[in-house]
């Protein structure tokens, strides 16, 4: 049996997630949507995704400071972080971490389809969970 690759969405606005969740659908993979980090953190049934795209700026928590969470954690998987207000501060300070791509919003389809596929690739050393 083939596993099907979960991408965790994490953004707190219902468009964003259902568009990137459809998007992600239609790539083959499963979604797993949440409306915060903190929403996130709070599911103890589903296990770790594959893969994590979530916005930076959300109330409660932010993408970075989930990232910091997770790895503190020992949680790793790939996360691409999505922005309507990027710094270069933020960007640095997500990427020395371990983040896979820091991308502005609003995404090309394109552009989040090939660095979720390349965040496999370096995560895991395939280009598809499902592969190799």
Same mark, same amino acid.
């Given at each position: 049996?083939?596993?099907?690759?979960?991408?965790?969405?994490?953004?707190?606005?219902?468009?964003?997630?259902?568009?990137?969740?459809? *998007?992600?659908?239609?790539?083959?993979?499963?979604?797993?949507?949440?409306?915060? /980090? *903190?929403?996130? *953190?709070?599911?103890?049934?589903? =296990?770790?995704?594959?893969?994590?795209?979530?916005?930076?700026?959300?109330? =409660?928590?932010?993408?970075?400071? *989930?990232?910091?969470?997770?790895? /503190?954690?020992? $949680?790793?998987?790939?996360?691409?972080?999505?922005?309507?207000?990027?710094?270069?501060?933020?960007?640095?300070?997500?990427? /020395?971490?371990?983040?896979?791509?820091?991308?502005?919003?609003?995404?090309?389809?394109?552009?989040?389809?090939?660095?979720?596929?390349?965040?496999?690739?370096?995560? $895991?050393?395939?280009?598809?969970?499902?592969?190799?």
């Amino acid at each position: 049996m083939q596993h099907t690759p979960k991408i965790a969405i994490v953004d707190d606005d219902d468009g964003v997630r259902s568009a990137l969740a459809s *998007l992600i659908r239609s790539l083959g993979y499963d979604a797993r949507c949440y409306g915060s /980090a *903190l929403a996130f *953190l709070a599911d103890h049934e589903t =296990g770790d995704p594959d893969c994590m795209i979530t916005d930076v700026q959300m109330p =409660g928590m932010t993408g970075d400071q *989930l990232q910091t969470e997770l790895i /503190a954690a020992g $949680r790793r998987f790939p996360i691409i972080f999505m922005t309507a207000f990027p710094t270069a501060a933020t960007r640095d300070r997500v990427m /020395a971490a371990g983040a896979s791509a820091f991308l502005d919003k609003p995404a090309e389809p394109d552009t989040i389809a090939s660095q979720v596929v390349s965040a496999f690739v370096h995560h $895991r050393g395939r280009t598809h969970p499902r592969w190799g």
